[in-house]
């Protein structure tokens, strides 16, 4: 590890800790319908979509209907989206007529798209035509990430609600939060990033004769304007098939730096909106501690474990030391303007969020530097997280380990002044386990029959690692992947790599609604449940949510459930690869 | 609401949604960029003599095609070609064929695999068959892992300066330039960290081929 790399991480995050509070307190007012400075642009468009979309936003939403809200909101986009991808042949913005993908593999990006995930069976620049990427991909990369902003808010509201069920207006929550915070940032973004070589163009792909003579082809296409929003939403699905690795995408260090802070900036600021909301500062930068520990913890295994090397390097000679001119580590899979620092940095914030976007192979990480990802993933993504998820199953933590520190101290658990009960904590724990039991049951299922093993790639434990990834990753809605699985009958140039693998296809599909959907009805009704929950006054029984040991015993419930439950699957697959130099 | 009503509200929603987020949106970026930024926009084309030759941020093959008995040789389909000595060559590549930007992918090559090593050692293996003989001290141990590694895009336009060094040795000998000259240019096409923290130093290896040929008129 050098100086220069680690200088690197902290001006990143001293960064994110300044945004925290701004943004937070910003998003604070959006959401308790206080004055904003964009309403006097915005105001009266956001009235106009209210009498488009004919919504009373007037009416506040009990859980139940908030939820149904948000379901039948989703249904609407599954339903847009998959007609948009399936009918390519009849788009415009399609230079190089692509034909749509078959319905296997369209149904699993539509879900994944829908549910924030933005897992990818498809090669971005061989299958989809711009109109897909813009009117498709992209607006769900918008909405996807304002359900959960939405569903985050309204377990706040349930949590500090002191008279009666509502928990706020969906239609309202999600124009505002489009209108007011996604939109402003993605179009202030977009331009940065083209102005440092992203690229936005609706023109033809590109055909070129070298300096050699010879003859070579470049996808191109509105590149920035999706960019933006895949890291700002967490959403992570990109433009081309490379991802955050492709030159167009992601082209230099400062970039690569740019498109984290958008990743992290949302899901870090929410814990000061929560804050702001709850009435307690305090009780925001706990949860924010919380996280930066388990940030900080996985960057370091990530970057000190590339910078080691793998054993196939070591054994075909190769040595991985750091000298002048040379990054040393292992570059297999990365990109050189970002070397070992940058892509450790870059993918533990991409996958300690919902966001899945990568700048460098996973499937070629170290065994230990493989972890580090399904570690990420394994919390339940709650180091910050997805934007809005991460802190709804954050929340769903603080309940747990209020409950957990209440019967060690004998005491009744009380969060913010509420009586925890044993309603709150069935639903808490049910929100909390959906998602590994989908994902460890789908692994099995994809391990123990052939039409799961044809996908893999490596032989050995990195198969496994590459199987377990792919369920851990779309039940999390992270998107991320060790891309040997099923990559290898894609990409291939005239849009012939859309192939689907019809059991990959439905399982990942299966896990990625159920456990997006799943949790999010979870934590509807916890809301609905502590909302109008009488509140009694701090006293000296009470047990702190702010401090320091608060922290440490979060950080303790989210290893013990959340990691623990993968640490058979942890041990077959990256750990068995870091503890030898074997070769499978 | 009723769930009829809010069945209705759903739709108009995602409607207006994809009207402004898929459609105003993307166009009206691209509009602006068009206008503000057209060179990064439309991505950083070179042309040489009028021709488009390239992008200087995607990385491209300096290559020729193996010819054998007046034909070019394919494997499945796709011509072989070998490296052009006279050229910097770029970062070993896992698309099909190598640096193709139409259809990028990652290696996906495990950490512990045999399969890798295999790799990675042919990709050693060439790299001094090409370099060695004009670098008579390089061996297996001084090769930069940038140069055995394959990239993650497929598509790396710069690789290391130690790369870039070594290479030099090569191109200088056979273009019959003083090969301080040849160092000269690398650090002129040697990009640094963004605002001096971010990212890793590297040398964009079109602009430094397309310099070379301009220096000695494409010998």
Request: some cysteine; hydrophobic content about 45%; aromatic content about 10%.
């Amino acid at each position: 590890m050098t100086l220069q790399g680690w200088v690197q991480i902290v001006v990143f995050f001293a960064i994110i800790v300044a945004i925290t509070p701004v943004l937070g307190g910003y998003m604070a007012r959006v959401y308790t319908g206080q004055h904003v400075f964009l309403a006097r642009v915005l105001g009266p468009f956001e009235r106009g979509i209210y009498r488009v979309i004919r919504a009373d936003v007037r009416r506040e939403q009990d859980w139940k209907a908030y939820a149904a809200s948000v379901m039948l909101f989703s249904l609407a986009g599954w339903l847009l989206m998959y007609l948009i991808l399936r009918t390519q042949t009849l788009h415009p913005f399609n230079p190089e007529g692509f034909h749509s993908a078959p319905w296997n593999v369209t149904f699993n990006t539509v879900t994944s798209f829908l549910t924030n995930t933005n897992w990818q069976y498809y090669g971005g620049e061989t299958t989809m035509s711009y109109f897909s990427q813009m009117a498709g991909l992209t607006v769900q990369n918008f909405v996807s990430a304002a359900v959960g902003i939405c569903v985050a808010v309204a377990l706040i509201r349930g949590i500090i609600g002191r008279n009666g069920k509502g928990l706020g207006n969906f239609w309202q929550d999600l124009v505002r939060t489009v209108l007011y915070v996604l939109l402003p940032i993605a179009v202030l973004g977009a331009l940065v990033l083209v102005s440092q070589g992203a690229i936005q163009t609706l023109g033809h792909y590109l055909s070129f004769t070298g300096p050699t003579g010879l003859e070579g082809h470049m996808a191109v296409g509105p590149v920035a304007s999706q960019e933006v929003i895949k890291n700002l939403g967490t959403n992570g699905g990109g433009f081309f098939n490379t991802n955050g690795a492709h030159p167009f995408e992601n082209p230099n260090g400062l970039t690569n730096i740019f498109e984290i802070l958008l990743v992290f900036c949302i899901p870090a600021s929410l814990t000061a909106t929560y804050g702001r909301m709850v009435g307690s500062r305090r009780q925001g930068w706990a949860l924010f501690a919380a996280m930066t520990v388990m940030f900080v913890v996985g960057v370091a295994v990530l970057y000190a474990a590339e910078v080691h090397g793998t054993p196939a390097q070591h054994a075909a000679g190769l040595h991985t030391q750091v000298y002048s001119g040379s990054t040393g580590g292992n570059m297999e899979g990365k990109e050189q303007r970002f070397g070992i620092a940058g892509s450790a940095l870059f993918n533990t914030v991409t996958t300690d969020t919902s966001t899945g976007a990568v700048n460098a192979a996973f499937d070629s990480l170290t065994g230990l530097g493989g972890a580090v990802p399904m570690a990420n993933l394994a919390t339940g993504e709650v180091i910050f997280g997805g934007v809005g998820s991460g802190l709804y199953v954050m929340l769903l933590y603080v309940l747990l380990a209020v409950f957990i520190g209440g019967l060690m101290v004998g005491r009744t658990p009380e969060m913010l002044g509420k009586k925890i009960e044993a309603r709150e904590i069935k639903l808490a724990s049910l929100g909390i386990l959906i998602t590994p039991l989908t994902a460890l049951i789908s692994t099995a299922l994809a391990i123990a029959d052939h039409a799961g093993r044809v996908s893999i790639f490596n032989k050995g434990p990195q198969g496994f690692s590459e199987t377990f990834y792919a369920y851990l990753s779309q039940s999390n809605n992270n998107g991320s992947a060790f891309a040997g699985y099923t990559g290898f009958i894609q990409p291939n140039a005239g849009n012939v790599g859309s192939h689907g693998i019809t059991f990959a296809d439905l399982l990942g599909g299966f896990d990625l609604a159920f456990a997006r959907y799943a949790p999010i009805l979870f934590v509807l009704a916890v809301a609905g449940s502590l909302a109008g929950k009488r509140v009694s006054p701090a006293g000296l029984g009470t047990m702190r949510t702010d401090n320091p040991t608060f922290v440490v015993l979060l950080i303790g419930v989210i290893i013990l459930v959340g990691a623990l439950t993968f640490f058979p699957a942890l041990l077959v697959g990256p750990i068995v690869q870091s503890l030898t130099g074997h070769l499978y | 609401m009723s769930i009829p009503r809010n069945a209705l509200t759903a739709a108009l929603a995602i409607i207006v949604m994809t009207v402004l987020l898929g459609v105003v949106y993307p166009l009206a970026i691209t509009g602006i960029s068009q206008v503000a930024f057209p060179g990064n926009a439309n991505g950083q084309k070179v042309y040489v003599n009028g021709k488009l030759v390239g992008s200087k941020i995607i990385g491209q093959q300096f290559a020729t095609p193996v010819v054998k008995n007046g034909k070019p040789v394919e494997e499945e389909g796709v011509p072989v070609t070998t490296p052009d000595p006279r050229y910097f060559q770029t970062r070993p590549s896992a698309t099909v064929p190598p640096d193709n930007a139409a259809a990028t992918t990652f290696s996906n090559l495990g950490p512990n695999n045999k399969s890798t090593e295999e790799e990675i050692a042919a990709n050693i293996k060439a790299y001094l068959e090409l370099n060695a003989p004009y670098d008579p001290g390089l061996s297996t141990a001084n090769v930069p892992v940038d140069a055995a590694d394959s990239s993650a895009s497929g598509i790396d336009p710069e690789i290391s300066q130690a790369n870039a060094r070594i290479q030099a040795h090569r191109v200088a000998a056979i273009r019959h330039v003083p090969l301080t000259q040849v160092l000269g240019l690398i650090s002129n096409y040697t990009t640094g960290r963004s605002l001096g923290i971010f990212g890793e130093p590297g040398v964009d290896v079109l602009e430094l081929n397309l310099a070379l040929d301009r220096l000695t008129g494409g010998h």
